[in-house]
């Protein structure tokens, strides 16, 4: 049972504009959320994250919006560039800490220039 | 500062050898954690270490042993390899599983098992 669900594997923009992806969580118990970004051969790299008290959290051009009522989570890029061009995953953590991360399948973003 | 170090980048083993995946961090952070990715799946946690000393079994330990050696070395033993274990492995630590810090991830080692 896939708690974590990233529906789209891949996305497509033009540079510029706007890249919207979406995570879904079944999990109630999650209490806090991150977003990683993945090149090919390297490993993650944390982008941003958002507790469960908060719906908005911005760092530059990444905001990232989070909608429990719907465990709905939603990371904004603007503008797109063609180095955001990776794979994303949603990552989130039950009350305790950041121990047990449980993690989406991932998209990958392709920003045209 | 080389953050988290993974040794080999690349392996392959044949069915029923045995290996040892090597991690180290120099970030001094007390838990450290290894995953899996398969392709089109996501990150999947084999073992953790919260702190040194202890270790603990995530959602996929079968097959695997793990050592935290010190503060800064956790490393993952495959005994009998099988093609199940094809995969890409990662490394990750955190300066405490108890609160909320990102982990931050190796480059990885690419295993295959033939």
């Known amino acids: 049972d896939q708690q974590v669900k990233q529906n789209s594997p891949s996305l497509s923009v033009q540079e510029g504009r706007i890249s919207i992806l979406n995570c879904d969580y079944t999990?109630?118990?999650?209490?806090?959320f991150l977003w990683y970004k993945k090149y090919p051969a390297e490993g993650p790299t944390f982008l941003i994250s958002?507790?469960?008290?908060?719906d908005k959290n911005e760092d530059g051009r990444f905001t990232v919006f989070l909608n429990k009522s719907a465990k709905h989570l939603s990371l904004h890029i603007v503008p797109s560039q063609p180095g955001d061009s990776a794979v994303y995953f949603c990552?989130?953590?039950?009350?305790?800490?950041?121990?047990?991360?449980?993690f989406g399948k991932g998209t990958k973003l392709t920003v045209n220039p | 500062n080389a953050g988290v170090t993974q040794t080999p980048k690349f392996q392959v083993l044949k069915t029923g050898q045995s290996m040892t995946l090597q991690c180290a961090q120099d970030?001094?952070?007390?838990?450290m954690y290894w995953y899996r990715q398969d392709p089109g799946m996501g990150l999947r946690l084999i073992y953790y270490?919260?702190?040194?000393?202890?270790?603990d079994k995530g959602e996929v330990p079968n097959g695997y042993n793990v050592s935290r050696l010190n503060k800064r070395e956790f490393s993952l033993r495959l005994e009998s390899a099988a093609p199940s274990q094809t995969s890409v492995y990662f490394c990750?630590?955190?300066?405490?599983?108890?609160?909320?810090?990102?982990?931050?991830f190796g480059p990885g080692t690419r295993l295959t098992v033939l």
């Open positions: 990750a630590s955190t300066r405490d599983s108890r609160s909320y810090n990102e982990q931050f």
């Open positions: 999990n109630s118990m999650f209490d806090y």
């Open positions: 958002i507790s469960s008290i908060k």
């Open positions: 990552a989130a953590t039950l009350q305790g800490g950041s121990e047990k991360l449980v």
């Open positions: 970030m001094n952070h007390n838990s």
């Open positions: 270490s919260a702190s040194e000393g202890t270790t």
